[in-house]
């Protein structure tokens, strides 16, 4: 990031290519409507680029462009708030289309029924399963790229557990963590 900062245009190329997989993930993952992926990594780098000499490297990049990413996620969310009437192909094609393939190998039942488990948390919590359970952050990490704090972090992802157990039925647990 230094060196774009400094002028070099390829380097903007090697940070697009050593992110975007990741960005997207997490984007599709988070967002209400996970067709939009494309648009909000879009802006999300184009947010890089506008905001290149607001980058300080005492802060990790990755906790940069993630925060990035997030406030794109969050003003998208607000934009589609305020659209009074949702388009109907728009919908079916949400429910419709390929869902992403889980870290752990399960049947696509069970992979799909996680998915729309996850797609179904409120965003502040589904921020944190998806940064932690699928881009591998700390709750250190998190509070970071979402300006709160470790015990905040700590407190939505299980409260996201403990929503993700309920609504998958999971059995065999302890009542309490249910």
Known sequence: MLVYQAGDREAFDVLYTRYAKAIYNFLRRTAQWP??????????????????????????FRHWIFTIARNVLRDDARQ???????????????FAMEKTPQPRSHSPEISLMVSEAVS???????EVIVLNRYQGMSYAEI?????????????????AMQKL????????????EA
Do not use: C, M, W
């Open 35 to 60: 067709d939009a992926a494309d648009d909000l990594l879009q802006k999300t780098f184009l947010n890089v680029h506008t905001g290149r000499h607001q980058y300080r490297p005492e802060a990790p």
């Open 80 to 94: 589609r708030r305020r659209r009074p009437v949702v388009d109907a192909n728009e919908f079916d094609e949400r």
């Open 165 to 176: 157990r309920r609504s998958l039925n999971i059995v065999g647990r302890n009542p309490r």
């Open 120 to 126: 179904a948390l409120p965003l502040s919590q589904r």
């Open 143 to 159: 509070g970071v790229v979402l300006g709160i704090s470790e015990n905040a972090v700590k407190q939505r992802a299980f409260q």
